[in-house]
């Protein structure tokens, strides 16, 4: 039996939880507020990392989710914009120097992605593409049971691909990406659009809508919030077809807030990717469908991460 | 010393080599006219293989290009444009059973990657982007030295990849793709368009346009053709920054025809590459180049194939 430490910095809590072997259920699980903007994350990361360490076993390795960008090669967290004070900080070496056993980095995004290929709605698959989408995009991609890092652990960054050239400006900066086209704050902002442009809808009475909001308003019969998943998803679609068409995985996994709105965002999705896939031949046997882990896929992707290392050593 | 006979089904010729081990120098090489449209595909196939099989050697294994869609898990070629009596065509297990030795499939694309990889621009990269730009776009991926093929087979599809939705439509049929926008009939029909809106150059006296006289135009300083090279140029290089976002390789290689139309689409490209990527560490130590076997890309492919097959059995 070998114990594992998993921890997952989350946008408000640093979670630490220790697991036996593949036994998803934790022997011990903890959380702090991540008050990531404030000094002393490595130190409130050190406790809740202590809080949750096992007394009575040896512990094998910490694994760990982050934020990127940050390198997985070499753990380096590079410039998370959650966290101000890491700049090129070297997070899994500092664990290691504390704790004294090794520890393993991946961005969330990437170790969600193993996590459900490993625990959850992914097992049994070979190619797996994962998708969160919440107020942005990211992207895990696994080809022949192994995670897709690249040259430099920059890949997978499937938020940030063109699917509109000159089209609206993504959180990066840059125009036409599909984050900027079919994330949370792209609904909302197409709502604001019409509104400014007269379209009528219940929402022009609401102050700082967000995209649960939308989502409430088209179930009750909102045409313009209707239409603004609608048009997340045509995009969507557009942007699942070139996936398919550069990795031609056997599953999509979607996971992250917006995706638990159902058919609002599914049904419009579906019809764009079958209506966009240029080679029926993808669809076959194509599995689309929800993560199955929720908030733990940080955790348990953490999990397999130093799991699957140790055993490579 | 083992000896591998390869074979590339080309637009116009099918050729086929033998070759000793890695020396890529063959041994024999032979080609006859395809008459792809004509029936008797497959019987001009053995003919020349024949022609080129060494008669002094034993053949270990035979590997094979053609255009795809294809199946290389299975060797079957799905439905070739090229070849319109292919349809469902088993060819690997055809021509296993009449020469007596494996054979092994994959899509040209793919396999001049694999052939750049192991003995072409490629050499020492674990992680390749190909891309062959002549009347089509065509893609071939190598991460951690394998080629990516997905679950059908079907990934790397790069040409055939959204960049703007809604955009021009493609030789397959649907909207936007990056070959729609970058290939050789893109730069063409950029030009009759401009021309028809009334934009004076002296290609508007030119009947059947092809890309090549567009580039002559431009070195002689003509704006309009200037002007196709550069939009195929900017269209590329957005295509290109989602690839590194997607794959992030530590090498992006051109091939095909337009590829050798130098600094007219290779500026432009550059200059859209680097004000697309979102992170400017995807270009550190990124290389940049053409292909360095040219015709013969295919046929080494054949060869890396036939050899990496044999040495998994």
Known sequence: MSTFVAVDI????????????????????????????????FDRLVQVIESAWPKDRSVEAIGMAS????????????????????????????LSAHFGV?????????????????????RGH???????????????VIINDRLLHGYHGLA??????????????????????????????????????QLEAGVRSELSSVNNLNALEVAEAAKR?????RSAYERAGEYLGIGVASFLHAFDPSIVIFGGGVSRSGPLLFEPFEASLRAQVFNSRYLENLVITTAALDDDAGLLGALALAQMKQSNQ
């Not at 809590?13 to 002393?40: F, Q, V």
């Not at 960008?69 to 590079?78: A, I, K, R, W």
């Not at 019969?221 to 919030?225: I, M, P, R």
Request: charged letters at 15%; proline letters at 8%; a negative charge.
């Open 67 to 94: 934020p990127g960008p940050l390198d997985p090669l070499t753990g380096v967290v590079l410039a998370t914009p959650n966290i101000p004070e890491w700049i090129n900080f070297p997070v899994t070496e500092k």
């Open 221 to 225: 019969g909102d045409a313009l919030a």
């Open 10 to 41: 989350g946008g408000t809590h640093i979670r630490a939880a220790a697991y036996e072997s593949d036994n998803i259920t934790p022997l011990t699980h903890k959380r702090t507020r991540s008050h990531a903007k404030e000094p002393g994350t």
């Open 156 to 193: 997978a960054e499937l938020g940030h691909v063109v699917v509109l050239a000159g089209g609206p400006t993504c959180s990066c900066g840059f125009e036409g990406h599909l984050e900027a086209l079919a994330a949370g704050p792209a609904i909302v902002r197409y709502v604001r659009e």
């Open 126 to 140: 070979h190619d797996v593409l994962y998708l969160t989408i919440s107020t942005g995009i990211g992207g895990g």
């Open 102 to 122: 090794p520890a393993y980095l991946d961005n969330d995004a990437n170790l969600a992605a193993l996590g459900e290929w490993k625990f959850g709605a992914g």
